[in-house]
Nanobody, 120 residues
Framework: QVQPVESGGGLVQAGGSLRLSCVAS?????LGWFRQAPGKEREFVAAISWTGGSTYYADSVRGRFTISRDNAKNTVYLQMNSLKPEDTAVYYC????????????????WGQGTQVTVSS
């Protein structure tokens, strides 16, 4: 299965935490997370290289979110702390064709998304 599959979304109060998970095949590819809020374009959130040695974050989440991966489980995680109402969005897992992807790299496979709602 090539298409990533996300899980872990839900409803949380502002200041709370959530962890998203995504199973994606292909251990030598970078993986990432994007999000799309209602009425807005999809935006980059974070990416991690296939070794886990390189990570990239959007300025809006740096210091609050952490991306990590477990290649033995073909899984990438997004730990989200200090959540804000403006973090409310559908979060998409993405797989890149590159071993090292940056914030401007274009993924080649997308998950179906998981809803994250942060209440004030």
């Amino acid at each position: 299965q090539v298409q990533p599959v996300e899980s872990g979304g839900g409803l949380v109060q502002a200041g709370g935490s959530l962890r998203l998970s995504c199973v994606a095949s292909g251990r030598t590819f970078s993986l990432g997370w994007f999000r799309q809020a209602p009425g807005k374009e999809r935006e980059f959130v974070a990416a991690i290289s296939w070794t886990g040695g390189s990570t990239y974050y959007a300025d809006s989440v740096r210091g609050r979110f952490t991306i990590s991966r477990d290649n033995a489980k073909n899984t990438v995680y997004l730990q989200m702390n200090s959540l804000k109402p403006e973090d409310t969005a559908v979060y998409y897992c993405a797989r890149y064709r590159y071993a090292v992807a940056t914030s401007t790299s274009i993924p080649d496979y997308w998950g179906q998304g998981t809803q994250v709602t942060v209440s004030s």
